[in-house]
């Protein structure tokens, strides 16, 4: 796996087009599409998903490796880091679309496949799901390559079909019950924090934006998790800087700045103390690990 060889910040890649499109997708049969920015540590502008068919290979989400299996789907959110560890021929259909697109098509963000709440990036079909993925794709491909006045509601009319279809799927294989207000609670907290971690690292300002006391969220996220409302905030934090560090060649004080600490002494005794090794330490031990 290739890691940037700049100082510069992970690059956030929008989606290709005329600089308007809000929703694209195409199909191979076999071709290898060689991106040279794919195979490099990026974020992405907008929402993935990758129905794959056929492919060999292993990709990158954040911190984790997947080996390429057919009749999978791999979806992904905005911010996530993601890199590709080679090209290779490719069966099946990429499917992409930006937050317009579903404020566009406001039905789409109840969809727990969208919500992701399970933080989940892969999704195993049987070959009559597959068959039955393909199915709903080549309809929504008709409807693509077809420009007009309803083309738009039509697009998000078949991808609610198919991510409605998906979503059955993703509440399988991420079992969830009906959630209770304090559950509710706590997916609002956790959205605030993806939202604002690097701006906001007090769990009182996190209460304000929900209305209720700084007390009583940080009894709720603890009885909910077992965790402290202040330790999800910390745990974002070090995921976001273990990304930096496997990913970038940033200098340790510019990630500091980055995820809003303004002593870079004081984020290297933070990270230390959150995840047991300094930021040097951790970025050189991880490196080595998947050399």
Request: with cysteine; net charge negative; hydrophobic share 35%.
């Amino acid at each position: 796996m290739q890691t940037l060889t700049s100082r510069q910040p992970v690059p956030v890649h929008p989606l290709k087009g005329n600089g308007t499109e809000t929703f694209t997708m195409a199909r191979s049969e076999g071709g290898t599409v060689i991106e040279p920015d794919m195979l490099l540590p990026h974020r992405k502008a907008y929402y993935l998903l990758v129905f794959v068919r056929q492919n060999q290979g292993r990709h990158w989400a954040d911190l984790a490796p997947y080996e390429h299996r057919p009749n999978t789907v791999y979806f992904s959110e905005p911010g996530q880091i993601l890199v590709k560890e080679e090209p290779t021929p490719f069966w099946g259909t990429h499917l992409e679309f930006t937050n317009e697109f579903l404020a566009q098509h406001a039905e789409l963000r109840t969809l727990p496949i969208v919500q992701n709440l399970r933080h989940g990036h892969e999704l195993r079909l049987t070959p009559a799901e597959a068959d039955t993925v393909e199915a709903l794709l080549a309809q929504l491909e008709a409807e693509y390559q077809r420009p007009g006045e309803w083309q738009q509601r039509m697009l998000g009319s078949y991808l609610t079909v198919v991510l409605t279809y998906l979503s059955r799927l993703y509440t399988e294989q991420y079992p969830e019950a009906e959630p209770t207000p304090d559950q509710r609670l706590l997916r609002a907290y956790q959205a605030k924090v993806e939202e604002c971690f690097r701006e906001v690292h007090e769990v009182s300002a996190y209460a304000t934006q929900l209305h209720i006391s700084a007390g009583h969220l940080s009894e709720v996220i603890k009885a909910q998790t077992g965790r402290p409302a202040i330790k999800h905030l910390h745990e974002r934090l070090v995921l976001e800087a273990r990304r930096m560090l496997l990913h970038t060649q940033q200098p340790l004080k510019e990630i500091a700045y980055d995820l809003g600490f303004q002593d870079a002494s004081y984020f290297n005794r933070f990270f230390k103390r959150e995840a047991g090794l300094t930021p040097a330490d951790y970025r050189t031990s991880i490196r080595k690990m998947y050399q």
